[in-house]
Structure formats: C-alpha cells, structure tokens
C-alpha cells in the first residue's frame, strides 16, 4: 500500500500514531477559539467582522490578535453580511395637491428672534429598534444671550 501511494512505512507509520493521538493544545486552543468568534458572529446577526469580533472577545477577557480572529472567521466560512442601507419613506407625494408656500423664501434671519423656527428629524437605527430625533431651532435675533438646551419627548 505504501508503495502504491507513494509514501514511506515510517511516515505511514508516524501519521497512523498522530491520529490516534489526543488534540494538541493549539488545536484545543483553536477550537475554543472558534466557537468563540462563531457565537460572536451569530450573535451580531452575521454584521461583525474581525474588528468588532476582536473587541468583544477582549471585553470577555480573551488575549488573541485582529489576524488570529479573521483566520478563525476564514477557517469556518464565515463572512461579514453589511446590513442595507435604510432610507425611510418620510413623504407620501400627493401629485395633485398643491405645492406648500415658501412663506421664509430661504431668509432664514428674520431680524428678530423667535420669527423663523426650523426643525429636522433624522431615523437612528439601535440595538433595541429605531430611535427618532427632532432638532428644532428659532432663527433670527442675537445670539450674544445665554443659550439653553430643552431635552423634550415627544
């Protein structure tokens, strides 16, 4: 048999020994590195790659390098799926509507204070679900004054 394939007895023989030895421990160490990075990865639905990966193993106290994590990700088949972008569906168009009035005309500083109000509200995506925020601010009049911040719900 040996001769058919082309290999020596005494590496045959040297193989046969090493597979029925027990794992080494890289090997173990691999192997609890692995289950690591893929629980990590499931956990971020797919999103994570090395870098994220690699902070969170740090956080639980693992020592391992940003190479080490992406072998381990390569080594099981695991890539990195980057989510969609979202864009939301802020207007629903009314062709036959009239258009609104642009009672501002884009002077934005009316000469004095709390004439002109401007706002925007932007889509902030979380772990726990989507967050809205609504900035608001009155233009025109001085600004030397004090200021403040009102944090309101709506």
Not at 15 to 39: F, S, Y
Not at 43 to 62: C, H, N, Q, T
Not at 72 to 93: D, M, N, Y
């Amino acid at each position: 048999m040996c001769r058919l394939l082309e290999v020596s007895r005494s590496g045959f023989y040297k193989w046969r020994t090493n597979a029925a030895a027990a794992p080494g421990a890289a090997a173990v160490r691999r192997a609890g590195l692995d289950a690591a990075v893929a629980a990590a990865h499931e956990a971020s639905d797919g999103v994570y790659g090395a870098p994220r990966i690699l902070a969170d193993l740090r956080e639980k106290g693992r020592t391992v390098s940003r190479k080490t994590v992406a072998a381990s990700l390569a080594r099981q088949g695991l890539a990195v799926i980057s989510p969609r972008s979202f864009a939301p569906a802020t207007t629903v168009a009314d062709l036959d509507a009239p258009p609104i009035p642009d009672l501002v005309k884009r002077r934005f500083d009316a000469g004095a204070i709390n004439r002109v109000w401007t706002s925007d509200i932007t889509y902030l995506r979380t772990g726990e679900g989507w967050l809205y925020l609504c900035a608001m601010g009155i233009r025109g009049g001085s600004s030397a004054g004090p200021s403040r911040t009102i944090c309101t719900p709506i």
